[in-house]
């Protein structure tokens, strides 16, 4: 039987202390429960990211990148911060060129998320980009990646394999599947 106990389920902060601030933040806040007891919760302040599914044909354009904290080179979508004034989809366009050094023609947004809702404020936001033309990619300086070009059927498989880890990506080509009812291959 499901647990219907408190009608009213938010937290009210108390005060809140700022810990640390550069790419992203580290804020502690003391709150109050909705039983009126105090509690801490510590969590990431994140200016929000944009990711980009980029599809040629039955293929998906993708990038291998080392992610220190999970020390593995893991294979996404390209994706970035964004950055102060600039809207979710500018960001996905540049991180598209920045990165893969594709442009598209043609943008839909897909959804957007929150990523890690426990320690993080963070909204995942992710666009489909279609009719891609190459071009040269412009890295940040400390950013190192192998763009690769994978089919969608591989691409599914590695989902399944466990291979493809990275969530913003299962999202993406789990969604671009199951919502817009393309193939998962031939």
């Known amino acids: ?58 293929s998906v354009v993708m990038v291998e990148q080392y992610r220190y904290p999970v020390k593995d080179v893991l294979l996404e979508i390209p994706a970035g911060k964004i950055k102060s004034g600039q809207t979710p989809l500018a960001c996905a366009k540049a991180e598209l060129r920045e990165e893969t050094g594709y442009k598209a023609r043609k943008f839909q947004k897909l959804i957007s998320f929150n990523p890690t809702c426990a320690f993080a404020d963070e909204i995942l936001h992710i666009y489909l980009a279609e009719k891609l033309s190459p071009g040269k990619t412009n890295l940040d300086e400390d950013e190192f ?11 599914y ?14 999202i993406a080509l789990l969604y671009y599947r199951t919502f817009l ?5 031939k």
């Open 157 to 170: 498989e590695m989902i399944e394999s466990g291979k493809i880890k990275d969530s913003k990506t299962i």
């Open 145 to 155: 990646v192998n763009t690769k070009i994978i089919p969608l059927k591989k691409a």
């Open 1 to 58: 039987m499901p647990n219907n106990y408190y009608s009213k389920l938010k937290e009210s902060k108390i005060k809140s202390k700022k810990l640390y601030r550069g790419a992203v933040g580290f804020n502690v806040d003391t709150v109050r429960l909705p039983n009126g007891k105090k509690s801490v919760r510590a969590y990431i302040v994140h200016p929000g990211a944009s990711a980009i599914l980029p599809i040629i044909a039955d």
């Open 181 to 185: 009812n393309y193939p998962i291959g």
